[in-house]
């Protein structure tokens, strides 16, 4: 069965500090990725999709870039983080054209 | 923007109770969806209706939708303490390769 991971789980970072937050999936093969971030109490915005190695495409300008230097790891990073980008950040994966996705548990990132 | 908005932003009921959410959106879609997240939690898959459907069921869910007004209703009926939690609509977006998101309808059944 497919799994989806995401780590760490929660994280306290200094503004102007790097981020890296990792997510992998199992289970599946050349799965679509997602990145989204949730404000407090808010929907979904998404960052990035990904829907193969090396292929990122961006929907908001913002202080944080995506990777995909694996078939099933997705990784969201920024090289100095800003007050605004606490929030909770949920890792996705869908499979060809199915309109289901697949969300992992997330990571709080508050930003000090 | 394409996000849906769901109405209303909080429902509170008593166990056993229906609760009814809409959701409206914007442009054209191939298929709406639902889905429900926990507090801290990510999101789940609850139901997935298409833009030629006009009613789908799964277990104690019932969704509607109606394109010519853009807009959909989830219904859980007899709900429990258990169905606590933010339930989001979901649309893609014809020819999109993303979904976007409503702001949810925060949930709570009260025991």
């Known amino acids: 069965s497919q799994t989806i991971h995401q780590w760490p789980a929660t994280l306290v970072q200094p503004v102007g500090s790097p981020l890296s937050l990792e997510c992998t999936v199992e289970?599946?093969?050349?799965?679509?990725l997602y990145w989204y971030r949730q404000a407090a109490g808010r929907g979904l915005q998404l960052l990035f999709y990904?829907?193969?190695?090396?292929?990122i495409s961006s929907e908001v300008p913002q202080n944080l870039s995506a990777s995909r230097p694996q078939d099933r790891q997705f990784i969201l990073s920024s090289k100095k983080l800003l007050l605004s980008d606490s929030g909770f950040y949920l890792c996705?994966?869908?499979?060809?054209?199915?309109?289901?996705?697949?969300f992992g548990p997330g990571t709080r990132l508050t930003v000090t | 923007s394409q996000q849906g908005e769901e109405d209303p932003q909080a429902l509170s009921i008593q166990e056993g109770e229906n609760a009814t959410m809409n959701c409206s959106y914007k442009?054209?879609?191939?298929?709406l969806q639902w889905y429900r997240q926990n507090s801290g939690r990510g999101l789940v898959h609850l139901i997935l209706i298409r833009s030629n459907e006009r009613e789908k069921h799964s277990g104690r869910l019932r969704v509607t939708l109606d394109t010519s007004k853009k807009s959909s209703s989830l219904l859980i009926t007899a709900s429990r303490a258990a169905d606590t939690a933010s339930y989001f609509c979901?649309?893609?977006?014809?020819?999109?390769?993303?979904?976007?998101f409503g702001t949810g309808t925060r949930l709570t059944v009260i025991p």
């Open positions: 996705a994966w869908s499979v060809g054209q199915e309109a289901k996705q697949y």
């Open positions: 990904s829907v193969g190695i090396g292929q």
């Open positions: 979901a649309t893609d977006g014809a020819g999109a390769n993303n979904l976007f």
């Open positions: 289970g599946t093969s050349n799965p679509n």
């Open positions: 442009t054209s879609i191939n298929n």
